[in-house]
């Protein structure tokens, strides 16, 4: 098969688009010829090299996967059968699996991160890891939906547990969990304000936000006081890490909750623990979501409540220039690779 791969950590140079061993098939595995695969930071920061973790290479990326059964030899979907996958890998047998908590399960992975993902013409993954797509659904829409609307719904529903009427504050809105985020915020009734850089605000605006903050010329979080009547918001939605931090906490009304998936711009972070308890902030961490969920939110992208932002469609063998892309933040959206 054909696959875009590199073998040695660096710059967006390292990758290449070159022949790879197909994936074998095997029990309790489906084999999918791949139609799309999005792109997430992930994929950058696997390519340059994580901090002592060390992942297999050559590698493959790709953690949002659409195609259809090549290969199944068990389960419920037949060869070809048009699917998405869940990008969570998890034992299914832990007691967390059991709970549909599988984010939690002691041996948990994501497509394209120890294992190779959807960077090529085939991949290999549990056959739990199937999701049926209907016909109305194109390759690249579905390849674009799963890990950030998983992401922004376990964020929102799951560990900040959001409800109607509630104020959010959604860092990045160019970004796939940014629009993600703001997407099943309104859906749930939530009033939202978003924030983006200057080319990126009439773009944010079309998702529905409340209100738009130029987060280069404004302080975010001292608007965000002026449109609540100096209260602040009940959630805000981090991703960014050291750069936005500390106007994230500023921005929260007493009670608030900030839940965080991600530290683009680093991890570091500092806070004053007297604002924390006699504010009575809670910060919550959340990473990716269980396979329950996903199923949830997909039903709302079938139904066309939800709907990914898809920036831009390449050739797999263009991922170098997409990885340029999302390096200079210059989406908005999703990026795709058609296969």
């Given at each position: 098969?054909?696959?875009?791969?590199?073998?040695?950590?660096?710059?967006?140079?390292?990758?290449?688009?070159?022949?790879?061993?197909?994936?074998?098939?095997?029990?309790?595995?489906?084999?999918?010829?791949?139609?799309?695969?999005?792109?997430?930071?992930?994929?950058?920061?696997?390519?340059?090299?994580?901090?002592?973790?060390?992942?297999?290479?050559?590698?493959?990326?790709?953690?949002?996967?659409?195609?259809?059964?090549?290969?199944?030899?068990?389960?419920?979907?037949?060869?070809?059968?048009?699917?998405?996958?869940?990008?969570?890998?998890?034992?299914?047998?832990?007691?967390?699996?059991?709970?549909?908590?599988?984010?939690?399960?002691?041996?948990?992975?994501?497509?394209?991160?120890?294992?190779?993902?959807?960077?090529?013409?085939?991949?290999?993954?549990?056959?739990?890891?199937?999701?049926?797509?209907?016909?109305?659904?194109?390759?690249?829409?579905?390849?674009?939906?799963p890990l950030t609307f998983l992401t922004a719904w376990h964020?929102?529903?799951?560990?900040?547990?959001?409800?109607?009427?509630?104020?959010?504050?959604?860092?990045?809105?160019?970004?796939?969990?940014?629009?993600?985020?703001?997407?099943?915020?309104?859906?749930?009734?939530?009033?939202?304000?978003?924030?983006?850089?200057?080319?990126?605000?009439?773009?944010?605006?079309?998702?529905?936000?409340?209100?738009?903050?130029?987060?280069?010329?404004?302080?975010?979080?001292?608007?965000?006081?002026?449109?609540?009547?100096?209260?602040?918001?009940?959630?805000?939605?981090?991703?960014?890490?050291?750069?936005?931090?500390?106007?994230?906490?500023?921005?929260?009304?007493?009670?608030?909750?900030?839940?965080?998936?991600?530290?683009?711009?680093?991890?570091?972070?500092?806070?004053?623990?007297?604002?924390?308890?006699?504010?009575?902030?809670?910060?919550?961490?959340?990473?990716?979501?269980?396979?329950?969920?996903?199923?949830?939110?997909?039903?709302?992208?079938?139904?066309?409540?939800?709907?990914?932002?898809?920036?831009?469609?390449?050739?797999?063998?263009?991922?170098?220039?997409?990885?340029?892309?999302?390096?200079?933040?210059?989406?908005?959206?999703?990026?795709?690779?058609?296969?």
């Open positions: 098969m054909k696959a875009t791969r590199f073998h040695q950590h660096g710059g967006p140079d390292v990758l290449r688009y070159e022949d790879a061993p197909d994936p074998l098939p095997s029990p309790e595995r489906a084999i999918v010829r791949v139609r799309a695969c999005a792109l997430n930071h992930l994929d950058l920061w696997q390519r340059r090299g994580f901090e002592r973790i060390r992942i297999p290479l050559p590698h493959i990326c790709g953690a949002d996967v659409a195609g259809e059964v090549a290969d199944a030899r068990s389960g419920d979907a037949p060869p070809g059968t048009r699917v998405m996958l869940q990008p969570g890998i998890s034992c299914g047998r832990c007691a967390m699996c059991q709970a549909g908590r599988d984010n939690l399960c002691a041996d948990y992975d994501v497509l394209g991160y120890m294992c190779d993902g959807g960077y090529a013409e085939l991949i290999s993954v549990p056959v739990a890891n199937l999701i049926p797509i209907p016909d109305h659904i194109d390759f690249a829409t579905a390849a674009a939906f964020m929102l529903m799951t560990r900040a547990a959001l409800q109607p009427g509630e104020t959010v504050l959604v860092l990045a809105a160019g970004s796939g969990v940014g629009q993600a985020a703001i997407q099943v915020a309104k859906a749930h009734g939530a009033r939202v304000f978003a924030t983006a850089g200057p080319a990126k605000l009439d773009q944010a605006r079309l998702l529905g936000v409340d209100e738009v903050i130029d987060h280069y010329a404004e302080d975010f979080a001292q608007r965000v006081r002026e449109l609540t009547a100096g209260l602040g918001v009940d959630v805000v939605v981090e991703h960014v890490g050291e750069a936005t931090w500390e106007r994230s906490l500023r921005a929260l009304a007493r009670g608030g909750r900030l839940v965080t998936c991600g530290a683009t711009t680093g991890p570091r972070a500092s806070i004053d623990l007297r604002h924390l308890f006699v504010r009575q902030l809670s910060l919550l961490g959340s990473y990716m979501g269980g396979k329950g969920e996903l199923v949830r939110a997909a039903g709302l992208l079938f139904s066309g409540v939800l709907k990914p932002v898809v920036d831009q469609v390449v050739p797999l063998s263009g991922a170098r220039a997409a990885h340029e892309r999302l390096e200079a933040r210059e989406q908005f959206g999703k990026i795709v690779l058609e296969v």
